[in-house]
């Protein structure tokens, strides 16, 4: 599992995860939908990208938002791996 650095992960938030943001040590986003079954879809078809990855985000869901936060509250650093699941799930957000 590849750590990053502060600078890469910095520059993954600025060039490639729109409005993501660090919290900590996990990455975090909301996402808003137009109703309450978009959102529910939504997690739907990212949950079989965090299955192909065996990489499994906190979700939290109301009504027409989700919340999402990649990484572990007691791992103090954020590795590739999260990465690459917030840009599957973007891409998830954005088809």
């Not at 600078?7 to 996990?26: K, S």
Request: some cysteine.
């Amino acid at each position: 599992m590849s750590t990053l650095t502060s600078d890469q992960v910095a520059l993954q938030l600025e060039n490639f995860l729109p409005d993501w943001r660090l919290d900590g040590n996990r990455l975090v986003k909301t996402f808003e939908f137009s109703d309450f079954a978009s959102a529910v879809a939504f997690i739907t078809r990212l949950a079989f990208y965090c299955q192909e990855l065996e990489h499994y985000p906190y979700l939290s869901q109301y009504y027409n938002t989700v919340s999402v936060a990649i990484g572990e509250v007691d791992n103090p650093e954020v590795h590739g791996r999260d990465v690459q699941l917030a840009k599957r799930i973007q891409a998830c957000f954005t088809q």
